[in-house]
């Protein structure tokens, strides 16, 4: 007789993960099933976020912006360092640790709560049944029912023709994280989030970086004026952006040959080392058999409505198997909400209050719309910029490139979205988020006392710009 759960979720990155423990917490048998194994060979829980993803790209975010503080910002402080040492075995390590001890630590949550994790490939069966292929050893597969499945696979690099990886000279986000020295020239296909984050970690730890963009247009998904203005910094920083590029070819010698086209005709570059981050897809490989008729969209995600249910009753999905912003929190929330509808409570997510963070330096952060959505969808509305060169705290803390802009609508004047590039952008989008969660207005943050002197002076200022009264403002 097969083992049986109130839930069982395939997938343990952060939707999953998150799911599971909710589900836990609200008394239902729960395991896990995740595939994952860490590169050292051991099984690993976290999903991509914790192991390949967030966590150790922000930790050689830190790193390396310490390394560029330490070696090019200091000066200005009257500090003088003389030579500075960089020992990339040791920051790779560092970063290896910090994966190890949160995964780690998501395994010990699994075990207070009292959720099994079967290590190994999980597929859908008909009737809410899980197979299980354990990852190691001969073991054969098991099957498991249960009352309510949750999948939660997560999503994978999109490959490109144009430039196949080999796992040394073309790697993806994965082989970014893994550079055992820093390489002269780097080549980055695709200038979105991942090439944005990675091309800053190499650029500030001494790579020529060049990244090779198929738009025109610089991060469309953010606001206009916040997206030039994030521009400028990363070009002054040395980021070269080459924009309507299309990579033909990439070879492997004793270098990376890159062919690509741009209005300029054909051109060539000679690099070490080539990454490809053009996107991701969602991971639906062997998850389910057919006689599950579990559906997927037009785009290949498991179809879903707006509480993460499938068309199969019992079954949901959540995370970037689903439609909407590929984002750690995003999935969390989502596999809370599902925990909390299976036990029969009320759950939501509020898809128009997410959080985006791009953690370059200087950070862009931005929650609800951007100038040109409301333009195009023709809502009216008003909106207020600061810049943080006009705040005391930016400016003792020589960090004064960047901005705040609020907009909100003409008539009502509900937040509809702000929009942030500058220093702790990440920390400060929280405060809008919380404010449009609450249907604030800009007059709210304008009427709110913020301390002095803080960063957060700069969203203060932006919501009085909205209404043409913010003090630091000529
Ligand atoms: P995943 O984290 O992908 O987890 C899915 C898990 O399911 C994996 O462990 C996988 O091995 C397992 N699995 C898949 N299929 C099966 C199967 N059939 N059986 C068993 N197990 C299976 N997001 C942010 O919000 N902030 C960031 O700073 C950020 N930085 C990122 C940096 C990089 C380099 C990358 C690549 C991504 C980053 N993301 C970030 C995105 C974030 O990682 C994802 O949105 C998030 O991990 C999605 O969570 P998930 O649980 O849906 O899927
Ligand atoms: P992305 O969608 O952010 O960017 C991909 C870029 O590649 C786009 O600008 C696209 O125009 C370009 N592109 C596509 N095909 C191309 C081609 N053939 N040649 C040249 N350019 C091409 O995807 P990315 O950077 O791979 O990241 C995937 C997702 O992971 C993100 O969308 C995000 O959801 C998540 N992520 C989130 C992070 C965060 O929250 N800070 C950090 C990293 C990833």
Known sequence: MAKSYDVIVIGGGPA??????????????????????????????????????????KALLDSSEQYHKVSHQLAAHGIKTGSVELDVATMIARKDKVVKDLTGGIAQLFKANKIDWLQGHGKLLEGKQVEVTPTAGKKKPQTYSAENVIIATGSKPIDIDAAPLDGDRIVNSDGALEFTEVPKRLGIIGAGVIGLEMGSVWSRLGSKVVLLEAQDDFLPAVDGRVAKAALKEFEKQGLDIRFGARVT??????????????????????????????????????????????????????????????????????????????????????????????AGKPGHVNYDTIPWVIYTHPEIAWAGKTEQQLKSAGVPFRSGTFNFGATGRARAMEETAGMVKIIAHAETDR????????????????????????????????????????????????ALSVSKRAIHKA
């Open 16 to 57: 999953g993960y998150v799911a599971a423990i909710r589900a836990a917490q609200l008394g239902m048998t729960t395991a896990v099933v995740d595939e994952f194994v860490y590169k050292d060979g051991e099984p690993s829980l976290g999903g991509t976020c914790l192991n390949v993803g967030c966590i150790p790209s």
């Open 415 to 462: 937040i509809l979205g702000v929009h942030i590039v500058g220093p702790q952008a990440s920390e400060l989008i929280a405060e809008a988020v919380v404010a449009m969660e609450f249907h604030g207005s800009s007059e709210d943050l304008a009427r709110i006392i913020h301390a002095h002197p803080t960063l957060s002076e700069a969203v203060h200022e932006a």
């Open 249 to 342: 070819n990439a070879k492997v010698g004793k270098n990376v040959t890159v062919h690509y086209e741009d209005k300029d005709g054909k051109q060539s570059m000679q690099l070490d080392k080539l990454i490809v981050s053009v996107g991701r897809r969602p991971n639906t490989a062997d998850l389910f058999t057919e006689d599950s008729e579990l559906l997927l969209d037009e785009r290949g995600y498991i179809n879903v409505d707006e509480n993460c249910r499938t068309n199969l009753p019992g079954v949901f999905a959540v995370g970037d198997v689903v439609r909407g912003p590929m984002l750690a929190h995003k999935g969390s929330e989502e596999g809370v909400m599902v925990a909390e509808l299976i």
